[in-house]
Each structure stands twice: as C-alpha cells, then as structure tokens.
C-alpha cells in the first residue's frame, strides 16, 4: 500500500506538477497582456490639458513677421464667416520652427488666447510608447475632444518626435502608425470647424514631406533669433516688473548680446535681477546686465589657481585677440578682455558688434580668422611655442574655413560651385582640392597674425603687463593703451561678430 501511494506522489511530482506550474505561467502572462491591452484607453487629459492661455500679445516681442502672419489665424478663430463667405480657407496646420528658446510656444500660447479658442497642448513624445496602437490611440482622442470644444487650438511641440520620416523598411513600426494617425486626422476635419493645429520643431529637415504638403501643415514659419530691435523689445518685456536704475541702457545690453534668442535674453533679465538681490540693492543696474552676460555667455566664475607661468602666457594670449581686434579696426570691436576664469575658458574676450550683419565678404570672414589666431600666434612669437589653449579658436577657424570652401565658393581654385560633404558624387580630386584649399585658407591667416604680432610686440608687451597687474581690461583701457597703433589697412570694411565670444581654454 505504502508503495502505491509513493509510486503516485512520484508519478504527479513529475508529470501533473510541471504542468500545473506552466499553466500558472500562462495564465498570469493572459492576464499581463490583458492590463496592457486596455492601457491605451487614456483620458486625453493625461496626454494634453484643454486651458484659456494667458499670454497675450503683449508678452510676445521680437518675432513682428511672424506674428502679422498669425494674426489672421486670431482672426479666422474670432469671425469665420468672414473669410467663409469669400471662399476662402484658413491653413489647418501651421507649423513654427527654429532655434529652441525663440518663442514658439510663446507664439502659440498668445494666439489662443488672443483668439478666445481652448488651448489643447501636448509634446510630441507622449503619443510615442513602446505599446502597439497606444499612440495612435492618443492621437484620435486628442483630436476628438478638441473638436468638442472648438474653437480649439492644438498645439504640438517638438513635432518632430512623431513626425519625423518614415523608415520603410517595409515592417509597420509604432511611430509609423502614430504619424499616420496624425495625418488621417489633419485630413479628417474642415476649416469650419474652428479646429487648428499648430506644431513646433527643432529640425523641419527631418520631418515627413507628407506633413507638409498642402493641407496638412501646409504654412511653415520660421522664428528665428531676434534683431537689434526685437532683442531690445524682448528686454523691455522681461523687465517690465523689475525696478531698472537710471544707468540701464536696454539698446546697450541688446547690441552685446547679439544671436541669443529670447529664452536667453529672459534669462539674462533674471540673473541682473538676482545680482542686485545679492547686494540686496532696490534697483538692477547696468553692472548686473554685464555681469549677467557674462554669466549667462562665458559661464560661472571660477576659482581656478594657475602658476604665474600659465598667467604669463594667458595674458599673452588674450592680448593678442585685443590687440589684433584693434588692428582689424572696428570689424572686432573689443568690449572687454580679462584671463579671469568663467566656465570651461580661462580667460575670454567679447566683442561688441555696432549692428546685425547678415552678409560678410571674404576679406571680412579671413579677418575673423586673424583674430580668433592671435591667441595661439602670440605665444609662439613670445615664447617660441604654443600650447592646447587655443582648442576653441581652432574650432572657430575650421568652421568658418570650412562654410568659405564648403558652401559659400570662397577658394581660391574653385569660386563657382559647392563642394559639400553630403556630396558623395565628388571624386577623390576634387576633395583632396577641398581640404587644401580649407587648409590655405586657415594657414594665411596664421601667418598674417604672426606678421602683425610681430610688426607691433611693443603694444603687446604692454596689454600683457597690465591684464597681469589687473586681470580685467575694459574698451576704453584698451583704446587708450593702444593710442598711436594704427589700424591695418585691409580691404576689408567693418563687420560685427554675431554674439559675444567666449572661448575654450585658455580663451578667445
């Protein structure tokens, strides 16, 4: 008897008990896939909240073309029998792109409220999941409750997280599916409806052609970085509720800080208005806008303890980016140079530009050249060599070498056409042409700086003894030391640098 029932405990524990385990498995993996099965039924308010913005018109400055355009959007939203009447059909998408920190958002949060629509916002990157049809999902849902409550504006950023191309690798992945929702529902609705899309992106070149065609996001506006006027404009707004002091010259701050956006100018505001906290001062002066500037362009002051031979040859080297600022006459106009440490450089200089420049002949570009070399051609003509100091002033010229032959047909050889890098048609030849002639390029503008440095090592001498005694030179310091040093002659005329230079180790 005993053995019969320890023959049966056998028989189960090797037979009925790894099946009995297997099925657990199966029936918990069923009931796994059952909960994610029903994950795609998401509240669209998870995905994007339906808001009345309160930016207004006001708070939006710098970007006047492109908010003419939008105007007709608030327009179309606020009457549209006007234009229906006409036969006419306002854009279903509008999509904004540029640089990040421009005021795309900004823009889209101002036309919804100046239009009275609700406001649906949403980042790209939440329809975008790993679940099969969970973004797709979310994008019909979006689209259905904003047409429940038009007027309605939906307001896609980063677009380029779904919008970007297809693979067609001939297998249907998740983010396929998602853009291709996207676009049925861009197609799935009439201008009558009030409903517009508006979406913003970092890189046009990488979205789908399918998303810009003609009734999709059919207008395409760029936001691009603010003039002199519009930065000025942009200063006006970010310090309009902070107590400025009768020295702060808003033109003045917005010619230094030419080429940053207006996140940038917005944070440069707020970091004036906490070094006047600092001091616990009642207004911001001009001394925080330029020490927001450098803080926000050059980085956080550092404390870096260097040997007075790695003083020696910093001084040299920042006074050599002054004095030949000088020397290219106003096309550099130097600021301020100073071998105080910020960020990653050890000393640095800035340049002011007397305006926005948007067109540079070649002459102009081989001055930059010179200028950004002095570093590294001052302490070869003082001390005989050179050191890994100038890494960023030769990024600098590699880049500004590389557009010239490039892109721009400013070589010697070739002056009609581009020699791109995506230009794989290019025979061996020619792209050893190519890198010659960048090299010849960067090559005579090193030796013209030595020349220069050279021909005037007096007046460098001296910009080098006094940044040493006082670490910190001003314009007028600078002018004054270099009374009697005349300008080169150069064909060039006068050009300005587009932002404030701030460079690697040891600095600009």
Not at 273 to 284: E, K, L, N, P
Not at 362 to 390: C, P, S, W, Y
């Amino acid at each position: 008897m005993v053995g019969h029932w320890f023959h049966w405990l056998s028989d189960f524990a090797t037979t009925w008990l790894p099946l009995a385990f297997f099925g657990i498995l199966i029936l918990t993996a069923w009931l796994l896939f059952k909960t994610v099965g029903m994950m795609p039924r998401v509240r669209p308010s998870a995905i994007a909240s339906r808001s009345r913005s309160q930016v207004t018109w006001s708070d939006v400055a710098g970007v006047e073309e492109v908010r003419a355009e939008l105007m007709e959007v608030v327009d179309f939203l606020r009457d549209p029998k006007r234009f229906q009447r006409l036969g006419a059909k306002v854009p279903k998408g509008l999509l904004l792109y540029g640089p990040p920190g421009t005021g795309k958002t900004l823009l889209a949060k101002a036309v919804a409220h100046e239009s009275g629509a609700n406001f649906y916002s949403a980042s790209a990157s939440s329809f975008v999941e790993m679940f099969a049809g969970l973004g797709a999902a979310r994008i019909r849902k979006l689209f259905a409750e904003a047409r429940k409550h038009a007027p309605a504006i939906v307001f896609i950023d980063e677009l380029d997280a779904v919008g970007a191309q297809r693979s067609g690798h001939g297998f249907n992945r998740e983010q396929d599916q998602t853009l291709n929702q996207l676009l049925v529902e861009l197609d799935g609705f009439e201008g009558a409806e009030q409903v517009v899309v508006m979406g913003a992106s970092n890189r046009i070149q990488d979205l789908d052609p399918a998303l810009l065609r003609p009734g999709r996001f059919d207008r395409q506006m760029l936001v691009p970085p603010p003039d002199l006027s519009g930065r000025e404009a942009i200063l006006g707004v970010h310090t309009r509720s902070k107590p400025l002091g009768p020295d702060v010259d808003l033109n003045q701050v917005a010619r230094q800080t030419s080429g940053l956006t207006g996140a940038e100018l917005a944070n440069i505001c707020n970091e004036a208005a906490i070094f006047a906290g600092r001091r616990s001062d009642a207004y911001v002066t001009q001394r925080d806008f330029d020490n927001a500037i450098e803080r926000v362009v050059a980085g956080l002051q550092q404390k870096k303890v260097l040997t007075e031979k790695e003083r020696r040859i910093l001084a040299f080297h920042e006074g050599g980016h002054a004095l030949m600022a000088h020397l290219m006459g106003s096309a550099m106009e130097l600021q301020k140079v100073t071998i105080v440490s910020r960020g990653e450089a050890l000393g640095y200089a800035f340049y002011l530009p007397e305006e926005d420049r948007y067109l540079h002949t070649k002459e102009e570009l081989i001055d930059r050249m010179v200028v950004a070399l002095a570093g590294r051609a001052a302490e070869e003509v003082v001390f005989g060599r050179v050191t890994n100091g100038a890494a960023n002033d030769l990024e600098k010229v590699t880049d500004i070498a590389r557009s010239m032959v490039f892109e721009w047909g400013m070589s010697e050889s070739v002056s009609s056409r581009t020699l791109r890098a995506d230009n794989y048609a290019l025979s061996e030849e020619t792209k050893r042409l190519r890198d010659s002639e960048q090299a010849l390029l960067t090559d005579t503008a090193y030796t013209e700086a030595l020349r220069l440095l050279k021909k005037h090592r007096v007046p460098l001498d001296r910009l080098a003894t006094a940044l040493l005694e006082r670490e910190t030179l001003m314009r007028d310091e600078v002018v004054a030391m270099l009374a009697g040093v005349e300008a080169e002659s150069r064909a060039s005329e006068s050009v300005g640098v587009p932002r404030a230079v701030a460079a690697g180790q040891p600095g600009s």
